[in-house]
């Protein structure tokens, strides 16, 4: 089965540093996306991305945040200056079509990369 | 406000059982509705979509009210591999994409 692949896995750093967190998406897929969730909390929406822009984003991607798509095949999601309630798990995930197409449409999500900020 | 709405759990039932998740969604304008599975610590995956007429794999059954905005998950047969949080999850279409908006999940714990 395809797979989105992320890395690193998990990662500690200290709060102000700036991280960034890679994905690579299934390779025939056209829209990206970021979505975070809190220990015990719900996975929310961060980001989506296609035709390399940003096609929405929530209130939670302030302009700490920023994606990119350096290359052909990786999808990155940057914070800029991290802050202690930046700790979550970030997951990317890539689908060949938009969210309101679920005909045939899966949305796959990589294992995330697990970040911790001290 | 786009909120998804769901049972808190956890359920505990044992193998051979039958369980039902429960989910409200408040935003009358979502069209599309599924089922994601989350194991603890692992990433959500797509258990199933749901349909307006209600669609069926296996043991899994689900059904999607829109006058009501509810959506439910029927577990029959229940399996120790079951254990895992249940996602409801409804897409919003927003600007010129959507996004996923996910409940919080119940969690369901099927003992032998």
């Known amino acids: 089965e395809p797979e989105v692949t992320q890395t690193p896995s998990h990662q500690v750093t200290q709060m102000g540093q700036e991280v960034i967190l890679r994905c690579v998406p299934i390779?025939?897929?056209?829209?990206f996306y970021w979505y975070r969730q809190i220990l015990g909390q719900k996975v929310e929406f961060l980001v989506s991305?296609?035709?390399?822009?940003?096609?929405?984003k929530s209130e939670i991607f302030d302009d700490q945040f920023s994606v990119e798509r350096p290359d052909g095949s990786n999808f990155t999601l940057k914070i800029r200056s991290t802050k202690l309630e930046d700790s979550a798990m970030y997951f990317c995930?890539?689908?060949?079509?938009?969210?309101?197409?679920?005909?045939?449409?899966?949305?796959?999500f990589g294992e995330g990369s697990w970040l911790t900020v001290v | 406000r786009k909120e998804v709405e769901q049972d808190p759990g956890p359920f505990n039932v044992p193998e051979g059982a039958t369980v039902a998740f429960n989910c409200t969604y408040s935003?009358?304008?979502?069209?599309?509705f599924f089922w994601y599975r989350q194991d603890c610590r692992k990433e959500p995956k797509l258990l199933m979509s749901?349909?307006?007429s209600g669609n069926e794999d296996g043991r899994f059954t689900a059904q999607l009210n829109r006058a009501s905005q509810y959506i439910s998950l029927l577990i029959r047969d229940s399996k120790l591999s079951d254990s895992a949080t249940y996602l409801c999850?409804?897409?919003?279409?927003?600007?010129?994409?959507?996004?996923?908006?996910f409940g919080k999940g119940t969690k369901l714990s099927v003992k032998p």
């Open positions: 935003n009358s304008a979502s069209q599309s």
């Open positions: 999850v409804a897409a919003h279409y927003g600007g010129s994409q959507g996004n996923l908006i």
């Open positions: 390779s025939n897929h056209l829209y």
């Open positions: 995930a890539s689908s060949t079509r938009g969210v309101w197409d679920s005909t045939g449409n899966t949305i796959y």
């Open positions: 991305f296609y035709n390399n822009e940003i096609s929405e």
């Open positions: 749901v349909y307006s």
